[in-house]
Structures are given as structure tokens and as C-alpha cells.
């Protein structure tokens, strides 16, 4: 039998500024989504805030043009609108990682 515990009043209100102050934390930090294919352990619309994990920072390492794929969540309904778009920037480095995803998977 499992005994409900209750959280006093004081605790409820420290639990809410605590998760309250993550969450502006948070949205401080950058937050960048990559719009290229997916890769190994990277994934088309991936969502990152803060820093590039490590993983992520190989793949650059690989293939620089990655860099460029990465955006800030306000500017993603126009790079969806570029990437229909045969000859933009961003079609083009979609196309070119696309073409050589197979060759650098390998070296991760």
C-alpha cells in the first residue's frame, strides 16, 4: 500500500519558481534547428539549445557545409520555402550533404 504525500504550500511554491527559472534559463540559450537530411545520430529537424553536443560537432568537423544548416527556429518557415527551391542556398547545401552523407557516416 503506498502512503500520498503532500506537498506543503511552501514547497508547491518553490517547486513552480524552480521549474519557472529553468525555463528561463533555457530560452536564454540559442536554440538552433537542423534543417539538413538526417544523419547518423542526427536527425532533419533536430532541435538543439545551448551548445552543439559533441557528436553534432564531429559531423561539422567532416563536412563544414553542415554549419551552414543549422538556423534559428524563426527563420525555419522560409528555409522550408527555400528548400523547394531548386538553386538556392539552402537547397544546394541540403543536396550536397545529401550526396555525401554516405561517405562521412563511415567516419564516425
Do not use: C, W
Request: charged letters at 25%; zero cysteines.
Amino acid at each position: 500500500m503506498t502512503e500520498k504525500v503532500e506537498m506543503s504550500a511552501t514547497e508547491k511554491k518553490h517547486a513552480k519558481l524552480k521549474s519557472t527559472s529553468e525555463v528561463v534559463e533555457n530560452s536564454n540559450k540559442q536554440q538552433l534547428i537542423y534543417f539538413g537530411p538526417s544523419l547518423k545520430n542526427l536527425q532533419q529537424y533536430q532541435v538543439f539549445i545551448g551548445d552543439l553536443p559533441s557528436h553534432v560537432k564531429k559531423h561539422i568537423e567532416i563536412n563544414p557545409a553542415l554549419k551552414e544548416l543549422f538556423v534559428e527556429p524563426k527563420e525555419l518557415p522560409l528555409i522550408q520555402r527555400n528548400l523547394k527551391i531548386k538553386g538556392t542556398r539552402e537547397q544546394q547545401l541540403y543536396d550536397l550533404v545529401h550526396k555525401t552523407k554516405g561517405a562521412n557516416s563511415n567516419a564516425l
